[in-house]
């Protein structure tokens, strides 16, 4: 069932005799598990499958004795070429591989009712992605941290929310959840305890560019993450992104 709905790489199985270094390679448009079909035939499995986790699930074909492939998996980031190398045995057949995205952040609920409708759950922030829901800012300088995250695009007018709880999230997978707070805001709210700053800054577009040290916590799948006020309105609203743990 974990490939139920799957798009895959139907393969040649004559390419189990490649012995080149990649056998093939492809792009990933947003966050993805990438898993790997191969034949448990080969025990010793070649060096480049590195990484890639057993899930305890298998795939059987329909050949009189059924040759069964354990599915292996590996998580990679939107943007990211995925690198296969040769099968490692000529003899067993060809691995095959399937892919699934995978949703970070869901149910996403403001409290902020008067400007709810300006944020947003979206993919893959870039230069130039528009920073808040509600403003023209863009993002100037985005840290390689962020590279094919999921985040969250806030209204700036929330930074005015007095609220104890601002918005919240559920986290579906283990995740490293990225806030990047305007460093004019020096005394951060009591709600942030915790949060660490990674040394990397967000910067935006205008004439006199704002920095925003980004600061990461840890959250298990399941997770529903809170956010509370950004506890100053004269300056700009934080924003919110994620991966999955360690990637």
């Given at each position: 069932?974990?490939?139920?709905?799957?798009?895959?790489?139907?393969?040649?199985?004559?390419?189990?005799?490649?012995?080149?270094?990649?056998?093939?390679?492809?792009?990933?448009?947003?966050?993805?598990?990438?898993?790997?079909?191969?034949?448990?035939?080969?025990?010793?499995?070649?060096?480049?499958?590195?990484?890639?986790?057993?899930?305890?699930t298998d795939i059987k074909d329909n050949q009189s004795t059924p040759i069964t492939y354990?599915?292996?998996?590996?998580?990679?980031?939107?943007?990211?070429?995925?690198?296969?190398?040769?099968?490692?045995?000529?003899?067993?057949?060809?691995?095959?591989?399937?892919?699934?995205?995978?949703?970070?952040?869901?149910?996403?609920?403001?409290?902020?009712?008067a400007n709810e409708m300006d944020w947003s759950i979206r993919t893959n922030p870039v230069t130039g992605s528009l920073l808040f829901g509600d403003r023209t800012l863009?993002?100037?300088?985005?840290?390689?941290?962020?590279?094919?995250?999921?985040?969250?695009?806030?209204?700036?007018?929330?930074?005015?929310?007095?609220g104890s709880t601002l918005a919240t999230f559920k986290v579906n997978v283990n995740t490293d959840v990225y806030i990047a707070f305007d460093d004019r805001v020096?005394?951060?709210?009591?709600?942030f305890t915790g949060w660490t700053d990674t040394g990397s800054d967000v910067k935006d577009n205008q004439s006199t560019q704002v920095t925003y040290s980004v600061f990461k916590k840890t959250f298990t799948a399941g997770t529903t993450v809170t956010l509370g006020p950004t506890g100053n309105s004269s300056f700009c609203q934080y924003v919110i992104f994620s991966k999955p743990q360690g990637l």
């Open positions: 069932s974990i490939l139920n709905g799957a798009e895959w790489i139907r393969v040649a199985n004559d390419s189990k005799a490649y012995t080149g270094s990649p056998l093939a390679t492809f792009n990933v448009n947003s966050t993805a598990d990438i898993f790997i079909a191969y034949d448990d035939r080969i025990t010793t499995k070649p060096s480049w499958f590195t990484g890639w986790t057993d899930t305890g354990s599915v292996f998996k590996k998580t990679v980031m939107g943007g990211t070429t995925v690198t296969l190398g040769p099968n490692g045995n000529t003899s067993y057949c060809l691995y095959s591989v399937f892919a699934k995205p995978v949703t970070i952040m869901s149910n996403l609920t403001v409290s902020d009712t863009t993002i100037a300088t985005l840290p390689s941290i962020l590279t094919g995250a999921e985040w969250i695009r806030p209204a700036n007018d929330s930074k005015a929310y007095t020096t005394t951060k709210p009591s709600w």
